[in-house]
């Protein structure tokens, strides 16, 4: 059988970075492949901007080397930035235009005239649902509006590969829900590439489809969840939502919100022996689902175990 070769959208390889002799990006090496929406997932100070900025050309590394689809933006940051959409913490946009005049500014920039500007600036206005609020000033925009704007303006060139600093990061949860779905949604509809670094795990894990994880700048494991979660043996969990009346210590039961529980499930009788005991002592059983480890259960393992990185693929 042919062997068939993924379409490469980023490498990078062996990747060193300093700061004033601290190492914050300590040789990583990994690779997105088209299509993927690949979560780059790190705690604070990570080095995640750190590498956001090498893949768009603005800071060079101290050694190895990074390429966007082929093209090393170390070398030639112009030709990546055709090709690639970047939305920073802080894009810049201007208070007193519009959301449709700031958009159709930029569009100008990536060279079109007038008529395809504003084309253009509508079809990416309703990409992320906010072509009611066109023209209004971006002074009054909520910080969740801002940021899809900011999320439009980077679709503006049709980039095939977006990558996306912390887009989340101070939204509420209806806010950063939005913004998930245009960003899936544009993936879908341009066969793109997303590279997502974040820390807002739960937001990560309605989107993405691979996973590396990265701590003091190293890299830690990289894999889809369902790999990674088979390979360390991850504990499911035994979810019920009942009403208990007596004390069920026995069970180590860990009470979430409202009447739910939740417990590391060690063999499938353990679920009828919970469910015998919270009947027989009075007590209501509404449902009980067994759920693999979330992202979040996952990530703060491997985080705070540290240690080696490992590819599953
Ligand atoms: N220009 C710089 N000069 C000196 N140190 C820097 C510089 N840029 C980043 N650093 C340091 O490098 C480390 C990694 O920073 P980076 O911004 O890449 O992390 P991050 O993973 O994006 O974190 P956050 O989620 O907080 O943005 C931090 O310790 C930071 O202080």
Redesign the pocket.
Known sequence: MKYLQKEKSIEVKNLV?Q??R?V??NGISFEVNKGEIYGFL????????????ILNGL?KPDEGYVEVFGISPVKYPDKVHAKIGTLT?TANMYKYLTGLENLMFFSKIFGMNDMQAKERSLEVLKMVDMYDEKDKKIEFYSTGMEKRLSLARTFLHSPKIVIL??PT?GLDPESAKNINVAIKRYAEENEATVFL???QLRYAQDICTKYAF?NN?NIICIGELGDIIKKYKFDKFIYIEAEINHNLEEFNLTKLNGNEYRVIMKDKEQVSKIVERIVLSGGKVYSVRILEPSLEDVYFKLIKRGGAYEQFS
Do not use: Q, R, S
Request: some cysteine; overall charge neutral; proline content about 4%.
């Open positions: 970075k700061f004033d601290k914050v990006l790190g705690p604070n100070g990570a080095g995640k901007t750190t590498l956001v900025k800071i913490e600093d912390e990061t670094c974040t820390h990265i700048g």
